[in-house]
């Protein structure tokens, strides 16, 4: 017995270090193979979020010219408050999409005549890869065994999987944080004037991209001051006041550049925070604990998988000899991460409850710390960042997410050395702990990469079906009589991002505010029909009879949006 049970604790250890002697270019391959094997079933060119229809719009726009589109019914509405697609910029009789980040939609537009299609997403998934190995290259200066754990883990086991096959391009800011992050683990280890250089221009360029962006420029340079030694006081007081004032500098140039565009400040809606004790609490739960199903089982499967990944965690850190301790949790993340997958399907919309690995691996961290240099400065950093975007972040993070899409750039700060400490406890734990962490890794990779396939599927194949009703139904009903489209009204502005791409075959007034208003200014061009989308209920019959109309159809309430044909009634 004692011979194979030696025999299966060598053919263990020869598989690990097998795995990690790989060159990092072959863990690169095979992970870029598994990224695109999921590619053909995400439906790429089609939208998840409401701002990849507003991104996508833009590059198609700038590709053909300009900025600029057309903006149906100015004539009344001259105060700019509707445009087809939400959060626009309104400049008199046209608006453009999306210009608070203007190099976004420039990216995807980089390919000409590739905006509508996979191009942009293939971007993004590069982004995806390349930060994984960033993140590899932080976790090899502290142990090398840790580079290919930490490639996989980064591109499958976080939100930047999800995000790879969007255009939000996450992806990239988490990779140009990543290239901050590392220049300054190089500062860090060995003072370096050209590291401090590579850090600098990687924040100033980042908030171009996201604009909670200067946020991780200051909690970078913030970190820097508080976590070198005494000794350095000068030098670190140097570099952290030149990253944070980087990151500020590319906050102003980017907005100096959207309104060299639009001709006045980019439109950023959204209800911003201020500082209060339930908006803490609020944006706490969005960013961290958000995710569909709350109030249901689905909940059940998420605490199973999260407590598992906690109770391992704590369980290795303090009992690192319990081996049947810890397969009891590594069995409750399994069946947590399986039924998340064969049961809920859930959006994983927190950060917690997207990736727990990782907030049990950070009860491991603190007994590696003295043996990783610079370590602690990315964990301040990481906090700071994280709170930051707690109490500055939009009411229920802005919409849809997945894995607290505000705290994307905290990753290369805290899973290199997450992924280092869980490998380095695998050294000190028996042979049967560490194939419970084995188990509980492999199920919770599959889950995540599952779901994120299953959500982004379902999410813009209702999306693909719902525009190709309402465009159905609009062809057949015809233009309004008073233009010569077919006009879709509606009190919920964001679905004209979903329908995008048919901004030119129909005319869309969506009314962010006052609804009574430009309702009444609409009826009275006395229109014949019109597509309105939204709840068909009392408070709606009620407003349209006021101005003499009235359903023409059955309300279909199928889909996730009702919409009715309205028209003029006797």
């Not at 003072?191 to 909670?212: G, N, Q, W």
Request: aromatic share 8%.
């Amino acid at each position: 017995m004692a011979s194979t049970s030696e025999s299966n604790a060598a053919s263990r250890t020869g598989a690990i270090r097998a795995f990690e002697a790989m060159p990092l270019w072959i863990h690169t391959v095979l992970v870029a193979v598994v990224l695109l094997s999921a590619l053909v079933f995400v439906k790429p060119t089609q939208v998840w979020s409401s701002d990849e229809g507003a991104i996508r719009l833009q590059a198609t726009t700038i590709e053909s010219g300009g900025w600029f589109l057309e903006r149906p019914f100015s004539g009344i509405d001259p105060e700019g408050a509707t445009a087809p697609i939400q959060a626009a910029t309104v400049d008199g009789d046209r608006y453009a999409p999306f210009t608070k980040h203007p190099i976004t939609p420039l990216l995807v537009a980089l390919v000409p005549g590739s905006s509508d299609g996979w191009v942009p997403v293939l971007l993004t998934l590069a982004a995806t890869l390349a930060a994984a190995v960033v993140m590899s290259l932080i976790a090899g200066m502290w142990d090398v065994r840790a580079r290919a754990w930490t490639l996989w883990t980064g591109a499958i086991g976080t939100s930047l999987l999800f995000y790879g096959f969007t255009v939000l391009h996450h992806s990239l800011a988490a990779l140009i944080a990543a290239a901050a992050v590392l220049a300054l683990m190089h500062e860090v280890r060995k003072t370096s004037t050209p590291a401090v250089a590579v850090a600098a221009a990687s924040v100033l360029v980042l908030p171009f991209i996201r604009r909670e962006g200067v946020l991780f420029a200051v909690a970078l340079g913030f970190a820097v001051v508080v976590t070198r030694r005494a000794s350095d006081l000068r030098r670190r007081l140097a570099v952290g006041s030149i990253i944070a004032a980087s990151g500020l500098a590319g906050m102003v140039a980017n907005g100096w550049w959207a309104r060299a565009i639009a001709g006045e400040p980019a439109v950023i809606e959204g209800d911003r925070p201020f500082l209060s004790l339930a908006r803490v609490v609020e944006g706490i739960a969005a960013g961290l604990f958000d995710f569909e199903g709350v109030v249901s089982l689905t909940a059940v499967w998420a605490l199973l998988f999260l407590v598992g990944w906690v109770g391992l965690g704590r369980g290795f850190a303090a009992h690192r000899q319990a081996g049947r301790m810890h397969w009891m949790f590594a069995i409750a993340a399994s069946v947590g991460a399986a039924a998340i997958v064969g049961v809920a399907q859930p959006l994983l919309g927190g950060f917690v409850i997207a990736m727990p690995w990782l907030i049990g691996g950070l009860f491991l961290v603190p007994g590696r710390l003295a043996a990783m240099r610079g370590a602690p400065t990315l964990l301040v950093a990481a906090a700071t960042y994280a709170g930051a975007v707690i109490v500055t972040q939009e009411r229920h993070a802005g919409g849809a997410q997945w894995g607290g899409r505000y705290l994307v750039l905290a990753l290369p700060l805290v899973v290199p050395v997450v992924v280092v400490a869980w490998r380095a406890v695998a050294d000190v734990v028996p042979a049967r702990s560490v194939r419970a962490l084995a188990t509980a890794s492999a199920v919770t990779a599959a889950a995540l990469f599952v779901t994120t396939v299953v959500v982004l599927d379902r999410g813009r194949s209702t999306v693909e079906e719902t525009v190709d009703t309402w465009l159905s139904v609009s062809v057949e009903m015809g233009p309004d009589g008073v233009g010569s489209r077919p006009v879709w009204v509606s009190p919920d502005s964001q679905l004209g991002r979903f329908a995008w791409q048919h901004v030119e075959a129909v005319d869309m007034l969506m009314i962010p505010t006052d609804l009574e208003t430009y309702l009444d200014r609409y009826t009275a061009l006395r229109p014949e029909r019109f597509l309105y989308l939204g709840e068909w209920n009392a408070a709606a019959i009620e407003r349209f009879a006021s101005r003499g109309y009235g359903a023409l159809s059955e309300t279909d309430d199928g889909g996730p949006v009702e919409f009715t044909v309205v028209g003029p009634q006797p």
